[in-house]
């Protein structure tokens, strides 16, 4: 039977990629953004949707439920950033980034994992950033978003462990989406320099470790992050 | 959806969490779900309560039960079967 997966901010850049990945794997794959995804695959369904929402997760996940009869993974992907000096951010933007990356974790979570406590069996993965254990300069809203969802990951995994249900997460180093097109070259390169490995990631270094936390070998993997880089 | 079958539904979840945990009792109205009294522990409630939750939406009931209104009320719904009714009864 195939494994059915679902990711959040799924129309482009990251989530798009694993999207697309793990249906070559043979998995049902159900995804989430706002705006239309132009992604067709006969395994593929796309759900349109603001992650901080919490009604409508709820109802879309008991709608994938009802139709499916399982979830096995969750890969909360979906994530916002600012980049700015916090004396100039106003607080709408801290309300926004907190939304998508706190909350929308939060609700997916929730909702999959009262799911996948019934089945006994789960996976959930968060995303967070290097930008949290770096504490860089110019990121303080979002890598505090992230340090939310890391704290939130690590809890759950000790509420959820009893269950059979693993929550990790994986901290990619910048990537060249469009998340990050807008911070100037200079800042990036610098970024790259503190790293361990002064080079940029690519998208398969991202599945490499989602595969390790998906895999039903890595049941007593849990509460664990993979930062790529080399950056801890 | 009638309040005896909204009981229904509760009594059946929890008996097959009883069932599940080995626990042999007479399950009625007045049977405990938390405090010293009750034979399931906070985890037990959790999966009870959502697995409540889950039978609900089986039959197109779609309703969080653990909203803020059930966390702030001097009286907890979740003290026994009856008081889950109850609470459960008045959001249908
Ligand atoms: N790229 C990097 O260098 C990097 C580094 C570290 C961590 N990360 C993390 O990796 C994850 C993916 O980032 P990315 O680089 O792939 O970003 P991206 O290219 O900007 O894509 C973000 C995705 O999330 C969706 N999304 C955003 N807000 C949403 C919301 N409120 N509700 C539903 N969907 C929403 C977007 O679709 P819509 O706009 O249609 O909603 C889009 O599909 C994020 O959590 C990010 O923090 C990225």
């Known amino acids: 039977m195939s494994r059915i997966l679902l990711i959040t901010g799924s129309r482009k850049g990251i989530g798009r990629y694993l999207a697309e990945y793990y249906l070559k794997k043979d998995y049902v794959v159900i995804g989430f953004s706002r705006s239309e995804s132009d992604l067709t695959h006969a395994n593929y369904k796309h759900i349109l949707l603001d992650v901080a929402d919490e009604i409508a997760v709820s109802k879309s996940v008991r709608a994938i439920f009802k139709e499916y009869k399982r979830i096995d993974y969750l890969i909360n992907n979906a994530g916002i950033a600012s980049m700015n000096h916090f004396l100039l951010t106003p607080l709408s933007i801290v309300s926004k980034v907190f939304e998508t990356n706190f909350k929308g974790t939060f609700n997916f979570s929730r909702e999959v994992g009262k799911i996948m406590s019934r089945q006994k069996f789960g996976r959930i993965i968060n995303f967070t950033t290097v930008a949290r254990p770096l504490n860089l300069e110019g990121e303080a809203v979002y890598a505090a978003s992230k340090s939310a969802v890391e704290t939130f990951t690590r809890v759950m995994a000790k509420e959820l462990g009893h269950l059979g249900i693993t929550c990790n997460l994986i901290g990619p180093s910048p990537i060249k989406t469009d998340l990050i097109k807008n911070i100037p070259k200079n800042k990036i390169d610098d970024l790259i320099q503190m790293q361990a490995i002064p080079e940029f990631s690519e998208f398969k270094d991202v599945s490499n470790v989602t595969d390790f936390f998906l895999s039903d070998e890595s049941k007593m993997i849990t509460g664990q992050t993979i930062y790529l880089s080399g950056v801890n | ?92």
Do not use: W
């Not at chain 2, 626990?23 to 399931?40: H, K, P």
């Not at chain 2, 522990?41 to 939750?53: F, H, N, P, Q, Y």
């Not at chain 2, 197109?60 to 059930?70: G, H, M, N, Q, R």
């Open chain 2, 1 to 92: 959806m009638e309040k005896s079958r909204v009981k229904d539904i509760i009594i059946d979840s929890f008996n097959e969490l009883l069932e599940t945990e080995g626990i042999s009792v007479e399950v009625n109205g007045n049977t405990a779900l938390m405090g010293s009294d009750s034979v399931i522990d906070s985890l037990g409630l959790v999966t009870l309560l959502v697995d409540i939750e889950a039978r609900l939406s089986d039959e197109d009931v779609e309703i969080s039960i653990l909203s803020e209104k059930a966390m702030s009320q001097k009286n907890s719904p979740f003290l026994n079967i009856e008081s889950l009714t109850e609470f459960i009864s008045e959001q249908i």
